[in-house]
Protein backbone atom coordinates (compact mmCIF):
# COMPACT_ATOMS: atom_id res chain seq x y z
CA UNK A 1 0.00 0.00 0.00
CA UNK A 2 1.27 2.98 -0.70
CA UNK A 3 -0.24 6.98 0.49
CA UNK A 4 0.63 9.28 -1.89
CA UNK A 5 0.33 13.54 -0.84
CA UNK A 6 0.33 16.33 -3.09
CA UNK A 7 0.46 19.76 -1.79
CA UNK A 8 -0.37 23.39 -3.43
CA UNK A 9 -1.20 26.65 -2.12
CA UNK A 10 -3.36 29.13 -4.30
CA UNK A 11 -4.41 32.56 -3.61
CA UNK A 12 -7.90 32.40 -1.00
CA UNK A 13 -10.03 35.00 -0.18
CA UNK A 14 -9.02 38.31 0.99
CA UNK A 15 -5.43 38.33 -0.22
CA UNK A 16 -5.02 35.45 2.47
CA UNK A 17 -3.43 31.93 0.76
CA UNK A 18 -5.45 28.61 0.75
CA UNK A 19 -3.57 25.63 1.12
CA UNK A 20 -4.43 22.30 -0.86
CA UNK A 21 -3.62 18.68 0.55
CA UNK A 22 -4.63 15.97 -2.35
CA UNK A 23 -4.15 12.65 -0.94
CA UNK A 24 -4.44 8.47 -2.34
CA UNK A 25 -4.15 5.71 -1.78
CA UNK A 26 -2.94 2.65 -4.27
CA UNK A 27 -3.15 -0.80 -3.94
CA UNK A 28 -1.58 -3.95 -5.12
CA UNK A 29 -3.48 -6.74 -6.47
CA UNK A 30 -3.70 -8.34 -3.61
CA UNK A 31 -4.74 -5.42 -1.26
CA UNK A 32 -7.52 -4.87 -3.54
CA UNK A 33 -8.86 -8.06 -3.30
CA UNK A 34 -9.15 -8.06 0.37
CA UNK A 35 -10.92 -4.16 -0.06
CA UNK A 36 -12.91 -5.88 -2.15
CA UNK A 37 -13.76 -9.26 -0.32
CA UNK A 38 -13.98 -7.28 3.23
CA UNK A 39 -16.03 -4.37 1.81
CA UNK A 40 -13.78 -1.94 3.19
CA UNK A 41 -14.14 0.60 0.90
CA UNK A 42 -17.12 1.46 2.62
CA UNK A 43 -15.41 2.14 6.19
CA UNK A 44 -15.10 5.32 7.62
CA UNK A 45 -11.57 5.95 8.25
CA UNK A 46 -11.66 9.21 10.19
CA UNK A 47 -15.36 10.04 11.53
CA UNK A 48 -16.48 13.66 12.01
CA UNK A 49 -19.61 15.83 13.71
CA UNK A 50 -20.35 18.77 11.86
CA UNK A 51 -23.70 19.89 13.21
CA UNK A 52 -24.02 22.72 10.54
CA UNK A 53 -23.04 20.97 7.58
CA UNK A 54 -26.52 19.48 6.92
CA UNK A 55 -28.30 22.76 7.38
CA UNK A 56 -25.70 24.69 5.39
CA UNK A 57 -25.73 21.77 2.84
CA UNK A 58 -29.66 22.68 2.22
CA UNK A 59 -29.71 26.27 2.33
CA UNK A 60 -27.04 25.82 -0.43
CA UNK A 61 -29.21 23.26 -1.99
CA UNK A 62 -31.99 25.74 -2.21
CA UNK A 63 -30.02 28.68 -3.40
CA UNK A 64 -28.38 26.44 -6.15
CA UNK A 65 -29.65 23.24 -6.66
CA UNK A 66 -27.06 20.54 -7.46
CA UNK A 67 -24.42 22.43 -5.83
CA UNK A 68 -25.75 21.02 -2.53
CA UNK A 69 -24.38 17.71 -3.35
CA UNK A 70 -20.98 19.42 -4.13
CA UNK A 71 -21.09 21.63 -1.04
CA UNK A 72 -21.31 18.84 1.31
CA UNK A 73 -18.81 16.25 -0.34
CA UNK A 74 -16.24 19.46 -0.24
CA UNK A 75 -16.66 20.19 3.33
CA UNK A 76 -17.28 17.01 4.94
CA UNK A 77 -14.45 15.76 7.28
CA UNK A 78 -15.41 12.28 7.51
CA UNK A 79 -13.03 10.43 5.32
CA UNK A 80 -14.12 6.89 4.00
CA UNK A 81 -11.42 4.40 2.67
CA UNK A 82 -12.99 4.99 -1.23
CA UNK A 83 -12.53 9.12 -0.59
CA UNK A 84 -8.61 8.01 -0.50
CA UNK A 85 -8.83 5.04 -3.46
CA UNK A 86 -9.83 7.61 -5.84
CA UNK A 87 -7.99 10.83 -4.71
CA UNK A 88 -9.63 13.15 -2.41
CA UNK A 89 -8.64 17.18 -2.34
CA UNK A 90 -8.75 18.87 1.41
CA UNK A 91 -8.54 22.39 1.85
CA UNK A 92 -6.73 23.89 4.51
CA UNK A 93 -7.02 27.45 6.48
CA UNK A 94 -3.05 27.52 7.16
CA UNK A 95 0.02 25.24 6.58
CA UNK A 96 0.00 23.76 9.98
CA UNK A 97 -3.75 22.61 9.52
CA UNK A 98 -2.64 20.76 6.20
CA UNK A 99 0.99 19.21 7.92
CA UNK A 100 -1.95 18.29 10.65
CA UNK A 101 -4.03 16.83 8.07
CA UNK A 102 -1.17 15.16 6.29
CA UNK A 103 0.00 13.44 9.31
CA UNK A 104 -3.58 12.67 10.71
CA UNK A 105 -3.92 11.06 7.26
CA UNK A 106 -1.07 8.62 7.69
CA UNK A 107 -1.60 7.82 10.67
CA UNK A 108 -5.17 5.87 9.75
CA UNK A 109 -3.90 4.78 6.53
CA UNK A 110 -1.53 3.36 8.73
CA UNK A 111 -4.13 1.45 10.94
CA UNK A 112 -5.73 0.55 7.96
CA UNK A 113 -3.17 -1.35 6.63
CA UNK A 114 -2.64 -3.60 9.44
CA UNK A 115 -6.42 -4.28 9.65
CA UNK A 116 -6.19 -5.17 6.25
CA UNK A 117 -3.21 -7.58 7.51
CA UNK A 118 -5.33 -9.15 9.94
CA UNK A 119 -8.41 -9.71 8.04
CA UNK A 120 -5.68 -12.12 5.90
CA UNK A 121 -6.30 -14.36 9.38
CA UNK A 122 -10.06 -13.70 10.22
CA UNK A 123 -11.23 -17.56 9.34
CA UNK A 124 -11.08 -20.06 12.31
CA UNK A 125 -11.12 -19.45 15.83
CA UNK A 126 -8.68 -18.03 17.90
CA UNK A 127 -8.28 -18.70 21.77
CA UNK A 128 -7.47 -15.28 23.99
CA UNK A 129 -6.64 -16.48 27.46
CA UNK A 130 -7.93 -13.85 29.88
CA UNK A 131 -6.24 -13.74 33.37
CA UNK A 132 -7.88 -12.24 36.34
CA UNK A 133 -6.36 -8.90 37.14
CA UNK A 134 -5.23 -8.09 40.97
CA UNK A 135 -7.73 -6.91 43.27
CA UNK A 136 -6.41 -3.05 42.64
CA UNK A 137 -5.76 -3.17 38.76
CA UNK A 138 -9.07 -4.78 38.43
CA UNK A 139 -10.78 -1.85 40.41
CA UNK A 140 -9.28 0.45 37.84
CA UNK A 141 -10.54 -1.39 34.69
CA UNK A 142 -13.85 -1.35 36.37
CA UNK A 143 -13.58 2.70 36.73
CA UNK A 144 -11.84 3.56 33.50
CA UNK A 145 -14.33 1.10 31.71
CA UNK A 146 -11.37 -0.44 29.77
Known sequence: MDLLFKREQTPGKLGRVSFKLWGKIELNEDEQAIVKRYRFDDAVLIEAIQPTLIRNTLLVALAAGGVG?????EKRET?????LLHGRHFTCPSVIELARKEAWLSHVVAFLRQVMESAKHWDGTQRH???PLPKDEAR??????L
Not at 69 to 73: A, E, K, L, S
Open 79 to 83: IFVKD
Open 69 to 73: YWYFN
Open 129 to 131: EVE
Open 140 to 145: QVIIRG
